[in-house]
């Protein structure tokens, strides 16, 4: 029998494999079966999800709302031009205009597999998802927060994609407390994937899988930068705390090309429950004010001159809402409130008495449904959203692709949207594809490997419906690949045993070491987890822009980072793990390193501050659009340990003007 140390060794081998159990996983595995019944091949899909499909991913708490859905009164080249302007300006048309011909059919399952979503009747009145009313494919009026969100009653809205996903898969195919920490390449064609390996969180069990085709799609990274939250609110973060950059550093380390790795996304949230606001901006009308109760949007509109066209559009970037609110917390004008109390006091003089309860009953529900620690402060610190205002405060920063952030890996995109076929941008390294589209939409530059989700980079705003539907769309991708490969059989270009060696390695330094002190977490020969991890937050939260520094950092700072992440990568090879848990935060860290790194040398790459707000570049804090409103793409040799990073043209192909004033 297996024991720790001495774990069993499975290997298996199928034609599909797919790495994660969030939104875009789940719309693979949905999708997927009819292309292969459609094809006629005989192809195997294995899922394999880190935790438990039901509750996994970004969506786990529930949500709601859905926060894109394009609906009749706008169309895909609308969605376009509002993902390019809230990233102000550096984002993939092709990508975004394609998720925007796609996405409202994975609401319309949503809502057939039983998601409840509001509705308005004939009268205009709201509805919540409880009411039978006529579906949205048949024309029934969704309640809008805002333009592309809808509101849905959500706490359950993963647990319903999850079941779809698994009846149309077949629970045979899906492997839960998997974790998968590394991908191999082909033996005979290192350009292409030919496997990945993990353990089991549960057994002592390594697993090595062979596949033609795999989609990466593992979320985004949180806890790089050190929290906001600490004492007992340790672990707490807004986005979800697995997320470890598991997508972002596999891919990496198979080649690769990763796209805007300096971006990052710092919400402004609920303090310290790190509760949404969307809802309370969009649907409760309310406003942000300093300590003093005035709007600092309108006491600061004159900076968003700063950053045209940008800042003239009649929704200003993200990051630069977050720049206006700095100014007020950097002279002394905060707290920052969320203005609950006028809100809700306005909208009972619009709204029926059974409307008003409703609506003051959300108050609540929203963060019942997808944040159940923000209920846990309002109680705790005795506010009534009706009669005291809460505290907003921006967050330390995440990196992910979905939401607004587009950090990622560069994919391929769809040839009949007039994305560019050649780079005219010098310094893009020989191997790599040229313009937007190489075969296979979903795929990376290494052949077979395919992502959704946030690990689509340059394409943000895809939030939970436009992740199902990218991964839907990587569905038909990879039964297409596999039938033009058919013939290909993969090879690992390194030994099982030595993958084994590897990933069990940070067990085997602990029980080598584990006698040498009599206090388990006091050694010379090992460094845990937990400490590692503290390492890492301090130096990202101090060096590179963290709230340390109020986001701010210049190049000599980055420098020190450098110096000081070489170190920590030296220690993280002494990394010990006492029981299948720790091996668990230990691989998560190797994964958070090297992303934190990708980070790191893409901010000192490129010479201004594309995203202020999000990060400044002191000795750079300008937008400059004439050198760099371009990609800043890169990638990792796993033998040198070097990072190369290099420019990619950018090109409009919609209308921007539309956007702005």
């Known amino acids: 029998m297996a024991e720790f140390g001495n774990p069993e060794i499975v290997e298996e081998e199928v034609d599909i494999l797919l790495i994660g159990g969030g939104m875009a996983c789940c719309g693979t595995a949905f999708e997927i079966p009819r292309w292969i019944e459609a094809s006629g091949a005989n192809l195997t899909v294995k899922l394999v999800d880190k935790a438990a499909m039901d509750r996994s991913g970004a969506v786990a708490q529930g949500l709601s709302a859905i926060n894109t859905y394009i609906g009749p009164e706008q169309d895909p080249a609308d969605y376009a031009r509002m993902v390019s302007n809230d990233l102000m300006g550096i984002t993939r048309d092709d990508l975004a205009y394609d998720l925007g011909r796609h996405v409202d059919e994975s609401v319309h399952l949503f809502e057939e597999w039983g998601l409840p979503i509001w509705k308005t009747d004939e009268n205009g009145e709201r509805f919540d998802g409880s009411k039978g009313m006529t579906p949205l494919k048949d024309g029934g009026k969704p309640v809008r927060s805002g333009k592309w969100q809808i509101m849905i009653n959500g706490e359950s809205y993963k647990w319903i994609v999850a079941e779809a996903a698994k009846k149309a898969l077949g629970i045979e195919n899906i492997s839960e407390r998997v974790f998968i920490v590394k991908l191999v390449n082909d033996k005979n064609d290192p350009s292409r994937i030919a496997g990945a390996v993990g353990f089991s969180t549960r057994d002592n069990k390594v697993i090595v ?66 509760g949404p606001v969307g809802a309370w901006f969009l649907l409760f009308k309310a406003q942000a004010t300093n300590a003093f109760g005035e709007t600092y949007m309108t006491r600061n509109k004159e900076l968003l001159d700063d950053y045209p066209p940008y800042g003239q559009a009649a929704v200003p970037a993200s990051c630069l809402r977050n720049h206006l609110m700095l100014k007020e917390m950097k002279e002394g004008r905060g707290p920052i409130w969320m203005d609950t109390v006028t809100a809700l006091a306005k909208l009972r003089d619009t709204l029926s008495p059974r409307e008003v309860k409703h609506l003051e009953a959300e108050a ?79 795929m990376t530059t290494v052949n077979g ?16 419906s436009g992740s199902h539907a990218e991964g839907r769309m990587c569905a038909k991708s990879m039964v297409k690949y596999c039938l033009d490969n058919a013939d290909f059989k993969p090879e690992l270009d390194t030994s099982v045993e030595d993958l084994v060696a590897e990933i069990y390695k940070p067990v085997r330094t602990y029980l080598e070491h584990k006698d040498y002190t009599t206090a388990i977490d006091v050694n010379p020969n090992y460094i845990t987890p937990k400490m590692l991890q503290f390492r890492l937050q301090k130096i990202m939260d101090e060096y590179v822009a963290g709230v340390a520094t109020y986001y701010t950092t210049n190049a000599e700072m980055l420098k020190v980072a450098g110096e000081k992440l070489d170190m920590l990568k030296e220690d993280a090879e002494k990394m010990r793990a006492k029981d299948l848990h720790e091996l668990l935060r230990a691989w998560e860290n190797y994964h958070r390193i090297l992303t934190a790194e990708a980070h790191m040398k893409h901010i000192e790459f490129r010479q201004e501050s594309r995203y202020p ?11 400059d659009e004439e050198n760099w409103h371009c990609f800043v793409n890169s990638i990792y040799d796993k033998n040198t340990k070097k990072w190369t990073c290099f420019k990619r043209a950018h090109v409009d192909l919609v209308d921007k003007s539309k956007l702005f004033k």
């Open 613 to 623: 707000g999000f990060y400044y570049r002191a000795d750079k804090n300008f937008v």
């Open 364 to 442: 609540w529900e929203d963060f019942l449904d997808m944040c159940v620690g923000q209920c846990g402060i309002w109680v705790g610190e005795n506010i009534e959203p009706e009669k005291k205002n809460s505290e907003l405060m921006p967050t330390e920063p995440y990196l992910l692709g979905s939401h607004s952030g587009c950090c990622g890996i560069w994919t391929s995109g769809p040839t009949d949207v007039g994305a560019p076929t050649s780079e005219t941008m010098d310094g893009v390294p020989a191997h790599l594809p040229q313009g937007w589209n190489w075969g296979y939409r979903g």
């Open 449 to 464: 490997l395919f992502t959704a989700g946030d690990g689509v980079g340059a394409s943000g705003h895809k939030f939970s």
């Open 209 to 274: 899988y062979k596949a033609k085709a795999i989609l990466l799609a593992a979320g985004g990274c949180v806890n790089i930068f050190r929290p906001r939250s600490v004492g007992e609110g340790t672990g707490r973060a807004w986005y979800p705390v697995w997320n470890a950059g598991s997508t972002y550093s596999m891919a990496a380390e198979a080649g690769a090309e990763l796209t805007l790795m300096e971006n990052r996304f710092v919400p402004t949230r609920f303090k310290d429950g790190y």
